[in-house]
């Protein structure tokens, strides 16, 4: 059983930085692959950024190549996704995910989810 939780979610604009934060609970936390979703309102949750659970192998949509890094500490039970040149279209509710593999990229292929932090970026 893993419990995540986010944090760093916040109002920015255009162009500016944000650092989420997934904390996990649970001593097997670096076994899971961890994922990032996203879900703007009356939109389906999409995959936004995947990374494995040694932290070596990451995967990144396509519309946040080179503008998003995920990462992980392993020792801190956490995984973070720096997200830079923010736009407005990448306004959602932000939610890490585990339980799936590294090549899981819809939401289904994952168990363990949190309650999600918002992201608003302004014009």
């Known amino acids: 059983q893993v419990q995540l939780v986010e944090s760093g979610g916040g109002l920015v604009q255009a162009g500016g930085s944000l650092r989420l934060s997934c904390a996990a609970s649970?001593?097997?936390?670096?076994?899971?692959?961890v994922g990032w979703f996203r879900q703007a309102p009356g939109k389906e949750r999409d995959l936004v950024s995947v990374?494995?659970?040694?932290?070596?192998?990451?995967y990144y949509t396509a519309s946040v190549k080179g503008r998003f890094t995920i990462s992980r500490d392993n020792a801190k039970n956490t995984v973070y996704l720096q997200m830079n040149s923010l736009k407005p279209e990448d306004t959602a509710a932000y939610y890490c995910?585990?339980?799936?593999?590294?090549?899981?990229?819809?939401?289904?292929?994952?168990?363990?989810w949190g309650q999600g932090t918002q992201v608003t970026v302004s014009s």
């Open positions: 990374i494995s659970g040694g932290g070596g192998s990451t």
């Open positions: 649970g001593r097997t936390f670096s076994s899971y692959a």
């Open positions: 995910a585990a339980g799936g593999t590294f090549y899981s990229r819809t939401p289904k292929g994952y168990n363990y």
